[in-house]
């Protein structure tokens, strides 16, 4: 043990060290952190930028550097509702690019990096190319619920400023990247025009049937506008969580479900539901509906690691 008194000078001397040796460590790994944040944001940031060849001229960018974006890519002046947009997208858990008039939606929780990549490749070459937004939602919207809720969170939370939004799974790509949402807002033998949301038909019809009022529903890939009735619908999915007797993995589909049981005529007044074909085409290893030129493959197989480690190979041998 040694005498406590015997060396008071060694001893706060060391101690003075100790707290020194603390106080660098902290500061050192409180700067690496700050910058590897910031080159991951800075980086992820920059990707639509770097692809400048590609955006047409209606695009323009939240992260505009004005010097790269003269003259190609006018930087329109912000409204309120697009001085709302920067403040939903500066929380930590979400991240939008562009500020096009459709919104692109893809909740991204717990996948690979290698297959983020591909999906973040796919979803921005496409927005880019169109002028559309791509809104990328990484964490829980409600950590009181399952994931799934999270779609229904951020579709809501987007809907409060954005006119159009396409909910896109993240198993669900693009694969044809010339066809514009527009056309799909535009189909008149659906009856789409004037509906709040568009659906799709599910796996069980064939490639080139049409829908009728009773078939079912996919909620892989969907359209909803800005309106009040697509607002209460929302609320209403929302809170059958909790009266909700499903329990089953796929929360919002029962949902929608539910409400187009309870209230059908309203359901068929506001929803139009499309062949899965122009924008929802099943595509599993046991069920491949997917034809050649359709817009969007929705690769529907239970959300697994090593599905998605899949995709990521995949994906990475196509064009996306
Ligand atoms: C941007 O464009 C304007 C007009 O076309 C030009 O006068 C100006 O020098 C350009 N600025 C930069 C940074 O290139
Ligand atoms: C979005 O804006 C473009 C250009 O202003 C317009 O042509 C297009 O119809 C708009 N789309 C919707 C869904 O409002
Ligand atoms: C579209 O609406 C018209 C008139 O409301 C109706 O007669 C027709 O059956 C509808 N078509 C589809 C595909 O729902
Ligand atoms: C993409 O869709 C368009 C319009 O339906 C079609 O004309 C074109 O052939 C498709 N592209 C490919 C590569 O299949």
Known sequence: MGSPKAWPAARSRRAAGIRWGRCCYRLIYTMSLVAAVYAVTAHFRAIPLHRSGELPNQVSSLQANPMQMNQTIPVAHLSRAEQEKLLWIEKPNSLCFGLGNITILSVAI????????QLRKNRLSYAALHGYRYCEVRTPLDFSRPFPWTKVKAMMLLLSFAETVVAM??????????????????????NVSGKD???????????????????????????????????????????????????????????????????????NAHVAIIPFRFMNSPCTWDLDKYEEGDFIAHYAEEHSLDKYERLALQLATMNL
């Open 197 to 267: 949301v568009i659906y799709t038909s599910d796996y069980q019809q064939s490639h080139d049937a049409d829908p009728d009022p009773k078939s079912s529903i996919n909620t892989g890939v969907y359209i909803m506008r800005s309106s009040p009735w697509t607002k209460a619908f929302l609320e209403s999915q929302y809170k059958l969580h909790t009266s909700s007797i499903f329990q089953t993995s796929n929360l919002e589909h029962d949902a929608v479900k539910v409400y187009r049981m309870k209230n059908k005529e309203d359901f």
């Open 110 to 117: 717990d996948l690979p990096k290698a297959y983020l990549v």
């Open 169 to 190: 799974e993240a198993d669900a790509i693009v694969r044809n990247k010339t066809i514009r949402v527009e056309s799909i807002l535009s189909l008149e033998q659906y």
